[in-house]
């Protein structure tokens, strides 16, 4: 053997050195082809004979970068060019195998198609092409799609594929990376699946904790609170008139605590109202009307609501009843005549004073959606509706001729029932019987 025992560093110079002199002053036939054969086994992976330490190892490497000086420039330049051949000949080895071109022996011929396939794909990404869904072999293979997996290790796999076999016959995975493509059965990719869930596991939390602990992210969020609180403050106020309170969004009223009701004002300041009329075209902010065109709604108990106006003065706020209060004026008289069907929705579609209604006034649009919607009604032959919020809104807005149910199925007066809704539904027969 031409290692012996020795620890690293100064011994493993001192070695090298002695047996360089000696292939210098020998040319020794048997001592050149042996170190070749350790440089070798060191090249492709393989342990040369022997149990060779982690210092031996070095030493080889040291003697096969100075090997050339042992030997004349001829020797030395057919030395080099043998090795780079090897080298050559190992790479093409091992593309081979990677490309599914050298399956091992005794490989049944379907897993060898199915590795070759995967191979040519391999291949493909390799030159920069783009390889999607849908893309065929030569031998008619399909890809239904591929995935990327976690490798830890130059050999291991780095991606799944989902191919067809020629026909559409047959599903198989193979999964192909720095070895030989592998199939895989349905067992291994859910073990796949489930190891990368708990690493995305792995990494949120990881992600959460170090977010939590970074004192930039920390005063980012407090800097983040307190704009939106002092975005709040800014947009919501109150203004008092005597013992009633104007809550106001934007500078706006939007609601009335302690008002007096007009023809009660004996009771005192009892009445609370909600403002009604929402910004254009469906939703926002209420608008800036003057108060005679606001419309407001307050509770009567039961689950109802009567529209009207508010009229604040120096000392109080007036609530002044007016059902049929809409952002225009007054509706136009309601049609007489009524027609009775089974179907809650052909009723009102038929009901030439509803879709006026509607259609004139947002305020009894958004009102008609707050009563239907997560709504039970019975018409008085017995027939039941039910309605979810989506199928109000598309019914609304078939009422008002004016946007879709994406329009109207959010920001509206939930939990007001306006007496004039419920009115026009009772005379078409309809009673509104739970939710």
């Known amino acids: 053997m031409i290692l012996g025992g020795g620890p690293d560093g100064d011994d493993n110079d001192r070695r090298a050195a002695l047996l360089l002199a000696l292939l210098r002053l020998s040319r020794d036939p048997e001592l050149l082809p042996r170190l070749e054969a350790a440089l070798a086994g060191l090249g492709d992976g393989r342990r040369p004979s022997g149990a060779v330490r982690h210092a031996d190892r070095r030493l080889l490497r040291r003697l096969g970068e100075r090997l050339p000086e042992t030997l004349g420039p001829e020797d030395a330049q057919a030395w080099d060019t043998e090795r780079r051949a090897e080298g050559e000949e190992a790479a093409a080895a091992a593309t081979a195998v990677r490309l ?190 003057p108060w005679a065109e606001q419309v407001w709604a307050r509770p009567l108990g039961g689950g109802e609501w009567r529209r ?17 209060a809409e952002e225009a004026g007054p509706p136009p008289g309601a049609a007489a005549g009524k027609r009775r069907k089974r179907s809650l929705e052909a009723d009102l579609l038929a009901s030439a004073w509803v879709k006026r209604k509607a259609a004139v006034g947002g305020a009894y649009a958004r ?37 879709t149910y994406t329009d109207w199925a959010w920001g509206g007066p939930v939990g007001v029932l306006d007496e004039e809704v419920l009115s026009d539904l009772g005379a078409l027969g309809w009673r509104r019987i739970g939710v």
């Not at 009207?308 to 120096?314: D, I, K, T």
């Not at 997560?374 to 809104?393: K, L, N, Q």
């Open 308 to 324: 009207g106006r508010l009229r604040p003065e120096a000392d109080r706020v007036m609530f002044v009843d007016e059902p049929g």
């Open 100 to 289: 599914g071109l050298a399956p091992p022996a005794g490989t049944p011929p379907r897993v060898a198609e199915a590795m070759r396939a995967a191979g040519e794909l391999v291949a493909r990404l390799d030159a920069g092409e783009e390889v999607e869904a849908g893309a065929t072999t030569a031998a008619g293979w399909t890809v239904v799609g591929r995935t990327g997996l976690e490798r830890v290790a130059a050999w291991l796999p780095s991606d799944l594929w989902a191919l067809l076999a020629p026909g559409g016959a047959e599903l198989v995975f193979v999964a192909t990376g720095g070895g030989a493509p592998e199939l895989w059965d349905w067992d291994r990719v859910g073990d796949a699946l489930e190891y990368r869930r708990g690493m995305l596991g792995f990494t949120e939390a990881f992600v959460r904790v170090a977010d939590a602990a970074d004192p930039a992210k920390q005063a980012a969020r407090a800097a983040a609170r307190e704009a939106l609180e002092r975005a709040g403050v800014a947009r919501h106020g109150t203004e008092n008139r005597g013992p009633s309170v104007l809550h106001l969004l934007d500078g706006r009223p939007v609601r009335a605590e302690r008002a007096f009701l007009l023809g009660a004002e004996g009771h005192g300041p009892g009445v609370e109202a909600l403002r009604v009329d929402l910004g254009p075209p469906f939703v926002g902010p209420p608008p800036g009307r």
């Open 367 to 403: 009102l008609l959606h707050a009563a239907l919607a997560d709504s039970v009604w019975r018409h008085s032959d017995g027939d039941i509706h039910e309605a979810g919020p989506r199928d109000a809104a598309g019914l609304v807005a078939q009422l008002a001729g004016a946007g």
